[in-house]
Every structure is written in structure tokens, then in C-alpha cells.
């Protein structure tokens, strides 16, 4: 009987994923190290991660105060002139840099804010994944 709600339990947490990477983006924060990287990812088929549903959001709340075309260069903060995320086209183009400058250890972006550990794990999905639109 143990051993049959041992694999229940199993089976449960296995077909959740282990509660890594599967709630969608929040707006509040959750403490994390400057943008640590996540375990090795799995594209899996069928993802709800896309520009639409949660890249697009991504970019607004942690990007575009310095990465937008509306923003002079002396109202970017140090971002360099062109480098905007107004639109998933721009974004596309960026790519890599994306990925290496928001998660490791050396992650330098955003250099305000951390962060939260959800969006962290979903962008990186999202960008290694080949960035649906």
C-alpha cells in the first residue's frame, strides 16, 4: 500500500514537471540571485511560451525603460542607440546577447532589477527555445 502511494505521489510530481517552469509569469518579484542559470532545458512541443502570452510582457516590465525606440540617448541609461525591443522582430535580432546578459552568473541585465526566479526560468525557455512568436 506505501509503495503504491509512494509511486502515486511519484507519478504526480513527475507528470507536473516538479513545479519547475510550468506556472505562467507574475508581476511580483521573488528574490534570486543575480539571474542564476537554470538546469539544462527541454523544448518541449506544444509550449504556451510565446511573444504573445509572455515574451511581449517580459520585455515591457524589465526591458523597455532603457531598450525602447521612443527613448533618446540620453533617456536609455547606458543602452546602446538601436538596441530596441519594441517589437518581436527586434528582439529576434538580439537573440543570444539576450540570453547571455540576462541568466548566469554574469548576467549584467536588467542592472536595476532583479529578475523574479519564474520569468528568469520562462525567458530562458522562450530565447533557447527558438522564441516562438
Given amino acids: 500500500m506505501i509503495t503504491k502511494l509512494y509511486f ?3 507519478l504526480n ?4 514537471g516538479g513545479g519547475r517552469g510550468s506556472n ?3 508581476n ?3 528574490p534570486s ?6 538546469e539544462d532545458l527541454l523544448c518541449l512541443e506544444g509550449t504556451f511560451l510565446s511573444y504573445g502570452t509572455f515574451a511581449q510582457d517580459f520585455f515591457q516590465h ?3 525603460m532603457c531598450h525602447s525606440s521612443a527613448r533618446t540617448e540620453n ?3 547606458g543602452a546602446k542607440v538601436g538596441m530596441d525591443f519594441d517589437s518581436y522582430e527586434l528582439i529576434a ?23 523574479n526566479t519564474t520569468d528568469l526560468r520562462l525567458i530562458e525557455e522562450w530565447l533557447t527555445c527558438g522564441f516562438p512568436p
Avoid: H, W
Wanted: aromatic residues 10%; hydrophobic residues 30%.
Fill in 93 to 115: 535580432q538580439y537573440n543570444e546577447e539576450i540570453l547571455s546578459s540576462v541568466t548566469g552568473d554574469s548576467a549584467t541585465m536588467p542592472p536595476a532589477q532583479t529578475i
Fill in 75 to 77: 533617456d536609455r541609461y
Fill in 28 to 30: 511580483s518579484p521573488t
Fill in 24 to 26: 505562467p509569469p507574475t
Fill in 62 to 64: 524589465y526591458c523597455l
Fill in 8 to 10: 502515486f505521489v511519484f
Fill in 13 to 16: 510530481i513527475l507528470a507536473c
Fill in 33 to 38: 540571485a543575480k539571474n542564476t542559470p537554470s
